[in-house]
């Protein structure tokens, strides 16, 4: 690591700077394109993206607008929510695998789903979930420590815990079949479904197979067996009068509509179980790989993080989110530079205008994490992993919609709190247990974006036992 340099008599620290792909400055042909969209999204940005508030394009998808400018992000996501809702290309990829989930599912039956399901997310529930996070953060560190001198591979054990705590927040005493399988089975089922498929772009009808989802058909039989399996036997514990576990199952399984009263259907339960699953496990698990790799780049962020996880650490060996600001910052500055959601997207139903640009009726407009995170006009050094940036003494110098890893606006993620607090407690696990150092002669870690944004290849790790 270079030591800290010296600019104008001032000593200025060592950052690090990832290297990432570079903006185009040219436009892409559109077979060019659409190859480069399949392999790696992210390398079809083009500079003007990171220096413009809009940038408008007509291409293979049709008239293309990318809103950079928080402002105007407000009126898309708020102010106007109502004309905008989520693109056909979205939910074409999303609707086959997720069902008609929280995540899918538009309209009147979107907002029955959202009212109903919202409370499960609030603060008190998610404050009582700490401790499921903290047993498998605990059990991660656990495993770790026991490979001292070892290579991890970082990206499998992140993913690990994230389906950890998800089965303990959700079924609470996990599956009984091998959890792993269930995992691998979740990996395949996304890892088939991730690509973009041309005949989507194409605007094709769902009866034409996709490639891709004939290959993940037998991994989504098997995970909704395995869904199905679990909500019955819960169905059955309730109605026998037993006392049913706090966890996401039971509360989606007895939540009411505070308008209607109405629950949900044992079919909407399923989907939102998928729902949480896959929104939630491959998101989270790539914000902590992520911020696994800026760390073993940047040593003093990393000792920071250590001194507060060993200051913080309970006499139960559990953490308190409240007692973690510089490890919640290194989570919110690696969201920041890997936005785990690279983009998102939504058609207009009727012509608008943002800002000074003519959004014609149907065409797409996107906010792209990716691109807001990194803008000229809006980040100081956006490049440089700079936790301190959202620690609390500076987090409201950060524009509300300048940051958006959790999207905004009535669609955001409803489990934005539910993910940083698991974040947060996993990492300071983690930083408390053991030392992560990228493998002697890794390959230069590029970020792929394939429905999430992952380390390509992975992440090797060499560990070193702390204590
Ligand atoms: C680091 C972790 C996560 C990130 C970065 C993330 C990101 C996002 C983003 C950007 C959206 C909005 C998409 C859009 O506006 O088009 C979203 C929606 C959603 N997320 Fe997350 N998410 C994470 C974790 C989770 C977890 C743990 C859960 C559930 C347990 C979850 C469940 C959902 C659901 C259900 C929606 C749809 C909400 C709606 O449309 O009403 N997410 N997420």
Same mark, same amino acid.
């Given at each position: 690591?270079?030591?800290?340099?010296?600019?104008?008599?001032?000593?200025?620290?060592?950052?690090?700077?990832?290297?990432?792909?570079?903006?185009?400055?040219?436009?892409?042909?559109?077979?060019?394109?659409?190859?480069?969209?399949?392999?790696?999204?992210?390398?079809?940005?083009?500079?003007?993206?990171?220096?413009?508030?809009?940038?408008?394009?007509?291409?293979?998808?049709?008239?293309?607008?990318?809103?950079?400018?928080?402002?105007?992000?407000?009126?898309?996501?708020?102010?106007?929510?109502?004309?905008?809702?989520?693109?056909?290309?979205?939910? /074409?990829?999303?609707?086959?695998?997720?069902?008609?989930?929280?995540?899918?599912?538009?309209?009147?039956?979107?907002?029955?789903? /959202?009212?109903?399901?919202?409370?499960?997310?609030?603060?008190?529930?998610?404050?009582?979930?700490?401790?499921?996070?903290?047993?498998?953060?605990?059990?991660?560190?656990?495993?770790?420590?026991?490979?001292?001198?070892?290579?991890?591979?970082?990206?499998?054990?992140?993913?690990?815990?994230?389906?950890?705590?998800?089965?303990?927040?959700?079924?609470?005493?996990?599956?009984?079949?091998?959890?792993?399988?269930?995992?691998?089975?979740?990996?395949?089922?996304?890892?088939?479904?991730?690509?973009?498929?041309?005949?989507?772009?194409?605007?094709?009808?769902?009866?034409?197979?996709?490639?891709?989802?004939?290959?993940?058909?037998?991994?989504?039989?098997?995970?909704?067996?395995?869904?199905?399996?679990?909500?019955?036997?819960?169905?059955?514990?309730?109605?026998?009068?037993?006392?049913?576990?706090?966890?996401?199952?039971?509360?989606?399984?007895?939540?009411?509509?505070?308008?209607?009263?109405?629950?949900?259907?044992?079919?909407?339960?399923?989907?939102?179980?998928?729902?949480?699953?896959?929104?939630?496990?491959?998101?989270?698990?790539?914000?902590?790989?992520?911020?696994?790799?800026?760390?073993?780049?940047?040593?003093?962020?990393?000792?920071?993080?250590?001194?507060?996880?060993?200051?913080?650490?309970?006499?139960?060996?559990?953490?308190?989110?409240?007692?973690?600001?510089?490890?919640?910052?290194?989570?919110? #500055?690696?969201?920041?530079?890997?936005?785990?959601?690279?983009?998102?997207?939504?058609?207009?139903?009727?012509?608008?205008?943002?800002?000074?640009?003519?959004?014609?009726?149907?065409?797409?407009?996107?906010?792209?994490?990716?691109?807001?995170?990194?803008?000229?006009?809006?980040?100081?050094?956006?490049?440089?992993?700079?936790?301190?940036?959202?620690?609390? #003494?500076?987090?409201?110098?950060?524009?509300?919609?300048?940051?958006?890893?959790?999207?905004?606006?009535?669609?955001?993620?409803?489990?934005?709190?539910?993910?940083?607090?698991?974040?947060?407690?996993?990492?300071?696990?983690?930083?408390?247990?053991?030392?992560?150092?990228?493998?002697?002669?890794?390959?230069?870690?590029?970020?792929?974006?394939?429905?999430?944004?992952?380390?390509?290849?992975?992440?090797?790790?060499?560990?070193?036992?702390?204590?």
């Amino acid at each position: 690591m270079p030591p800290d340099t010296v600019v104008l008599g001032e000593t200025v620290p060592f950052r690090f700077r990832p290297v990432v792909p570079k903006p185009r400055t040219q436009d892409l042909g559109m077979f060019a394109f659409l190859k480069a969209a399949r392999k790696n999204p992210i390398t079809t940005w083009m500079r003007a993206h990171f220096e413009q508030p809009v940038v408008a394009a007509d291409g293979v998808m049709g008239r293309i607008t990318v809103v950079s400018d928080p402002a105007l992000i407000r009126y898309l996501y708020v102010e106007n929510a109502k004309n905008y809702r989520k693109d056909d290309l979205q939910r /074409r990829i999303l609707a086959p695998g997720l069902g008609n989930g929280l995540l899918s599912a538009e309209g009147e039956e979107w907002r029955n789903q /959202r009212r109903t399901i919202a409370p499960i997310f609030s603060p008190r529930h998610v404050v009582s979930f700490a401790e499921p996070m903290n047993f498998a953060g605990a059990r991660l560190a656990r495993r770790l420590a026991r490979r001292d001198g070892a290579h991890v591979e970082a990206a499998n054990e992140t993913t690990r815990v994230s389906l950890d705590v998800l089965e303990r927040t959700i079924f609470t005493h996990g599956l009984k079949r091998d959890p792993d399988a269930v995992g691998r089975a979740i990996s395949r089922f996304l890892e088939a479904i991730g690509p973009i498929d041309p005949l989507d772009v194409f605007n094709m009808p769902n009866f034409v197979p996709r490639i891709g989802r004939l290959r993940a058909r037998p991994a989504g039989r098997f995970f909704e067996e395995v869904v199905d399996e679990l909500v019955a036997r819960r169905r059955a514990l309730t109605a026998a009068g037993a006392d049913a576990p706090h966890d996401l199952l039971t509360l989606l399984l007895t939540a009411s509509d505070p308008e209607t009263g109405n629950g949900l259907t044992d079919l909407e339960v399923k989907a939102n179980i998928v729902t949480f699953i896959a929104a939630g496990h491959e998101t989270t698990a790539n914000a902590l790989t992520w911020a696994l790799y800026c760390l073993s780049q940047d040593d003093a962020s990393r000792e920071r993080l250590e001194a507060e996880a060993d200051a913080a650490v309970g006499p139960d060996g559990h953490f308190a989110l409240e007692n973690l600001p510089f490890a919640k910052a290194v989570m919110e #500055e690696t969201m920041r530079l890997f936005p785990p959601v690279p983009f998102m997207s939504r058609q207009a139903i009727r012509e608008d205008r943002i800002g000074r640009v003519k959004i014609p009726k149907n065409s797409t407009v996107m906010v792209a994490p990716w691109v807001l995170h990194r803008h000229k006009t809006l980040w100081d050094d956006p490049d440089a992993f700079i936790p301190e940036r959202f620690l609390p #003494e500076n987090r409201e110098k950060i524009l509300r919609f300048a940051y958006l890893p959790f999207g905004a606006g009535p669609r955001v993620c409803i489990g934005q709190s539910f993910s940083l607090q698991e974040a947060t407690i996993v990492l300071a696990h983690i930083a408390h247990a053991v030392r992560l150092d990228l493998a002697a002669g890794h390959p230069p870690v590029v970020p792929l974006h394939r429905v999430t944004l992952r380390p390509e290849g992975g992440l090797r790790m060499l560990v070193k036992r702390r204590h």
